[in-house]
């Protein structure tokens, strides 16, 4: 190796910067999943949710939490729970002068919501729900292009009452627009006050939904939380945004798997380097390992040999590559990279990107490229433990 | 009977080596009997082509021969394999080459100790050898030089201590004097010649050195792959 010091350099830096990549990669991923269970999450949905058993899958007005001083007195005093909001929920449509649409119509408590959701942050034009009419409405801009309403304008929405199912009709007056850059929440939702929902849909002071933030994002994807068990009695179902999104769990996993796919392919272009460098390097030197097999150097050992010199080079490269990899990791996870407004598996990135460095980076990605730095070098070995010495010698000379 | 001093050390039968060249077959050895006894001095000569390197490649186990047996001390080489070949050369024999083909990052020291490390040789035992062998080839305080900082005559003395310090049975020399003057060479080779008379050692060299021819005590003339003349000298 210190023989042709710039070919094991140049080796040993191609190396260290498929393991650079490696922990990258990793820590982007890990920042990614981070940013998107937060933008899922911290945007409208929270981190757990109470409902009623079925509520979720039929949005039947009548379907409202059973026992709720119960659930709201016990949630107050959860040590794990940071904030929790309640809301009302039910299909209605939308109408306006221009036109009329189907949406989710949600009944907020504005003063609690603002902890649990961002829509007061994702204000463009208007205020989020101040003074005390009951008939202001927040709609999203998709929502309001596409009723080609405006600040002040009027629109009439139309819901189910619970149990009897008669309409129930109300004018409004849209008091805010929002832009999530989602189109779910853009085109598709419209926000009442609470009361004014409970009213419409005759439910009295009762609600659909209990959204929950944790004191710690972990709790979230806990399935096994004694939490859930608590508040799923009395017919009710409380569950994670793991639960709540699966599509968001199968797109992690899905992440988890491409590290190892991305690991696959950079260490498979770095092991053809590998390979290539131990083999000229046992070219160049095809006649001292003759005569090293001459003089009575057993196979095996000419083979250790190279199989040593494929650990040495992977030393270097790791001590390269985790250097790399730490800089410039380290770096991008205080710049972040933007891929706000772009949505994936349904989830708006809102903030920038930060990769996250772990140790664990540091210890099973370098332990990985070692190993499979010296089997490559098996190849090699192989090769020079099954040359003839007479054909090792006549070649070089 | 054989009495030991004329123990056959190698014997070889019939041996002949074949090599595809571009499709075509070149006999480069052509049914070779031949016998050599312990202590002898012999130089293969003959010219570019006639078969020498390949003949003492087959006779060292370094190549196998197409047809044809060879016994080294008795041991049928054809019969061993890979491993049982490379524990035979480094205990039986002892290479010196034309390149002299020192370790060039290891010492004077390191490369004569190379063999009696493979040979499992203790430390001490290792490093009273070195010094006995350098005292003898006339290197004595050069153990800790690098084989760069030798002329081509030391290198090849260093070598040739390398070949002999683990006391093989026999020492086989490949065009041993190529890259040294005439009378380096000379030097060398007498200093050989005293070396086989101290230890009994059995050399065969290939070349076509004239000052080898002159102090070698027995010449087998090759041409064309086989043995043309076969004589005593000195």
């Given at each position: 190796m210190l023989r042709n010091k710039r070919r094991s350099v140049i080796a040993g830096i191609a190396i260290g910067i498929g393991l650079a990549s490696l922990i990258f990669v990793d820590a982007l991923i890990i920042g990614m999943e981070n940013n998107m269970v937060e933008s899922a999450t911290s945007t409208f949905l929270g981190e757990g949710e109470i409902h009623r058993d079925g509520f979720r899958s039929t949005e039947q007005a009548e379907l409202t939490i059973n026992r709720l001083d119960w659930v709201v007195s016990h949630l107050k005093q959860e040590k794990i729970v940071?904030?929790?909001?309640?809301?009302?929920?039910?299909?209605?449509?939308?109408?306006?002068?221009?036109?009329?649409?189907?949406?989710?119509?949600?009944?907020?408590?504005?003063?609690?919501?603002?902890?649990?959701?961002?829509?007061?942050?994702?204000?463009?034009?208007?205020?989020?729900?101040?003074?005390?009419?009951?008939?202001?409405?927040?709609?999203?801009?998709?929502?309001?292009?596409?009723?080609?309403?405006?600040?002040?304008?009027?629109?009439?929405?139309?819901?189910?009452?619970?149990?009897?199912?008669?309409?129930?009709?109300?004018?409004?007056?849209?008091?805010?627009?929002?832009?999530?850059?989602?189109?779910?929440?853009?085109?598709?939702?419209?926000?009442?006050?609470?009361?004014?929902?409970?009213?419409?849909?005759?439910?009295?002071?009762?609600?659909?939904?209990?959204?929950?933030?944790?004191?710690?994002?972990?709790?979230?994807?806990?399935?096994?939380?004694?939490?859930?068990?608590?508040?799923?009695?009395?017919?009710?179902?409380?569950?994670?945004?793991?639960?709540?999104?699966?599509?968001?769990?199968?797109?992690?996993?899905?992440?988890?798997?491409?590290?190892?796919?991305?690991?696959?392919?950079?260490?498979?272009?770095?092991?053809?380097?590998?390979?290539?460098?131990?083999?000229?390097?046992?070219?160049?030197?095809?006649?001292?390992?003759?005569?090293?097999?001459?003089?009575?150097?057993?196979?095996?050992?000419?083979?250790?040999?190279?199989?040593?010199?494929?650990?040495?080079?992977?030393?270097?490269?790791?001590?390269?590559?985790?250097?790399?990899?730490?800089?410039?990791?380290?770096?991008?996870?205080?710049i972040g990279i933007d891929y706000t407004g772009i949505e994936f598996v349904g989830v708006t990135f809102r903030r920038l990107i930060y990769p996250v460095l772990e140790v664990r980076q540091f210890i099973e990605y370098p332990l990985v490229v070692f190993f499979l730095t010296s089997l490559v070098g098996l190849y090699p070995a192989f090769y020079a433990a099954k040359m003839s010495p007479a054909v090792a010698m006549r070649k070089s000379l | 009977m054989q009495t030991t001093s004329e123990k056959k050390v190698i014997v070889t039968e019939g041996v002949t080596r074949t090599y595809s060249d571009n499709g075509v077959a070149v006999e480069a050895v052509r049914g070779i009997d031949l016998t050599i006894t312990s202590g002898e001095f012999t130089a293969l000569v003959g010219p570019s082509g006639s078969g020498k390197t390949t003949f003492l490649n087959l006779i060292s186990g370094l190549d196998k021969a197409t047809e044809g047996k060879v016994w080294l001390n008795n041991r049928l080489l054809s019969e061993m394999s890979g491993t049982e070949l490379s524990d035979f050369r480094r205990d039986n024999i002892g290479f010196i080459f034309q390149a002299y083909n020192l370790i060039?990052?290891?010492?004077?020291?390191?490369?004569?100790?190379?063999?009696?490390?493979?040979?499992?040789?203790?430390?001490?035992?290792?490093?009273?050898?070195?010094?006995?062998?350098?005292?003898?080839?006339?290197?004595?305080?050069?153990?800790?030089?690098?084989?760069?900082?030798?002329?081509?005559?030391?290198?090849?003395?260093?070598?040739?201590?390398?070949?002999?310090?683990?006391?093989?049975?026999?020492?086989?020399?490949?065009?041993?004097?190529?890259?040294?003057?005439?009378k380096t060479s000379g030097e060398l080779l007498d200093m050989m010649r005293d070396l086989n008379a101290k230890t009994g050692m059995t050399f065969v060299f290939s070349t076509h050195d004239k000052i080898v021819m002159d102090r070698a005590r027995r010449l087998v003339t090759l041409k064309d792959g086989k043995i043309e003349a076969d004589e005593i000298v000195n």
């Open positions: 940071r904030h929790f909001t309640e809301r009302v929920m039910s299909f209605g449509m939308i109408t306006s002068p221009a036109n009329v649409t189907a949406i989710n119509v949600v009944g907020i408590d504005p003063a609690t919501e603002k902890n649990l959701s961002e829509i007061d942050e994702a204000m463009i034009k208007g205020k989020y729900f101040e003074g005390g009419s009951e008939r202001d409405i927040v709609i999203g801009s998709e929502l309001a292009d596409l009723l080609e309403v405006g600040l002040g304008d009027r629109l009439v929405v139309t819901v189910a009452q619970a149990g009897t199912g008669d309409l129930s009709q109300e004018l409004f007056h849209v008091s805010g627009i929002y832009r999530f850059n989602s189109k779910e929440l853009d085109r598709g939702m419209a926000f009442i006050r609470i009361s004014k929902a409970q009213q419409m849909l005759a439910i009295g002071n009762n609600v659909h939904e209990i959204a929950i933030n944790f004191t710690s994002t972990e709790y979230g994807q806990d399935q096994q939380l004694p939490f859930w068990k608590k508040y799923s009695q009395f017919g009710n179902e409380a569950i994670g945004w793991t639960t709540i999104l699966p599509e968001l769990k199968a797109a992690f996993e899905l992440s988890e798997f491409s590290i190892y796919i991305t690991g696959l392919i950079l260490f498979g272009v770095v092991a053809l380097g590998i390979i290539n460098t131990l083999f000229m390097s046992l070219h160049e030197r095809m006649f001292e390992f003759g005569v090293l097999r001459a003089v009575g150097t057993r196979p095996f050992g000419i083979g250790r040999l190279i199989v040593y010199e494929a650990g040495a080079l992977a030393v270097i490269s790791i001590f390269l590559g985790v250097i790399l990899g730490y800089v410039v990791t380290y770096i991008v996870s205080l | 060039p990052v290891l010492t004077v020291e390191e490369n004569i100790e190379y063999i009696m490390l493979l040979q499992g040789v203790a430390k001490h035992e290792r490093h009273k050898r070195v010094v006995e062998i350098l005292k003898e080839i006339g290197l004595d305080g050069y153990q800790d030089r690098l084989p760069t900082k030798l002329s081509g005559g030391q290198q090849q003395r260093v070598a040739v201590a390398r070949a002999m310090v683990s006391r093989p049975a026999i020492i086989l020399a490949d065009e041993p004097t190529a890259n040294l003057d005439s």
